[in-house]
């Protein structure tokens, strides 16, 4: 099964596609633009088109690896116009490109890895398996990111055999939350700074991400720290 469309192209707005099957006010399509939501990130919205009418896209379900999306109407087998609430998913994907700046500071600086995370079109918050986050350390993170920002790194992604995954060091979480029954595992690079598993959308480079700012740390446990982040416009 080839990848979904929004992972070919994370910044196409609107395609043309097919709804292939139809229960009720859910539909498959034989291609998506829509992300469905997983590993932190929000769920795409949008809106698919036929002729005159239009049905917002906003739920998403994955079953059997299949995925379908929820309509505020019933809509039959057929072509289709798929477009995308651009805004918000351009907010994620730059948010969602920041954090994995920060966990790779993180991993770098201190050998930390991730224990959960949330992005939002307009800010986020990361977790990590942290025993000590005292304002030195929250200062270096935050400098170092925004020095790995600056640098405009290309941001790709590639797949890679389950073998030749496991022979690197791809895991940014403290569990390793790549499914079994994968082969075939996607991995998103920031060229020349850090590569990990990852299923979601991203910008270009890291240019697009704007300045990263900590505006909160929280303490989650004996050793888990939060922080939570804002970003200024390029």
């Known amino acids: 099964m080839s990848e979904p469309f929004y992972l070919r192209d994370g910044y196409a707005r609107t395609i043309d596609t097919w709804v292939e099957a139809s229960q009720g006010n859910r539909v498959r399509l034989s291609d998506t633009l829509f992300y469905p939501g997983g590993g932190g990130q929000l769920e795409d919205w949008g809106v698919l088109r036929r002729a005159t009418d239009a049905f917002a896209v906003r739920k998403h379900a994955k079953e059997a690896g299949e995925i379908w999306h929820e309509l505020d109407g019933a809509l039959s087998v057929g072509p289709v116009t798929a477009e995308l609430d651009w805004p918000r998913r351009y907010g994620i994907m730059r948010y969602h490109s920041a954090v994995h700046v920060l966990c790779g500071v993180v991993y770098h600086?201190?050998?930390?890895?991730?224990?959960?995370?949330?992005?939002?079109?307009?800010?986020?918050?990361?977790?990590?398996?942290l025993e000590d986050l005292d304002p030195q350390r929250v200062a270096a993170i935050e400098q170092e990111a925004n020095v790995v920002i600056g640098r405009g790194l290309a941001i790709t992604s590639r797949s890679l055999p389950r073998e030749e995954f496991e022979r690197h060091d791809l895991i940014r979480t403290a569990k390793n939350l790549v499914p079994a029954h994968l082969d075939v595992i996607r991995v998103v690079e920031i060229a020349g700074f850090d590569a990990q598993a990852d299923g979601g959308t991203h910008v270009r480079d890291t240019s697009e991400i704007g300045t990263l700012r900590i505006t909160k740390t929280e303490n989650k446990g004996r050793i888990n720290r939060r922080l939570e982040i804002v970003l200024d416009a390029p």
């Open 109 to 129: 600086l201190f050998g930390e890895t991730v224990t959960g995370n949330q992005i939002y079109p307009d800010r986020a918050r990361m977790d990590f398996a």
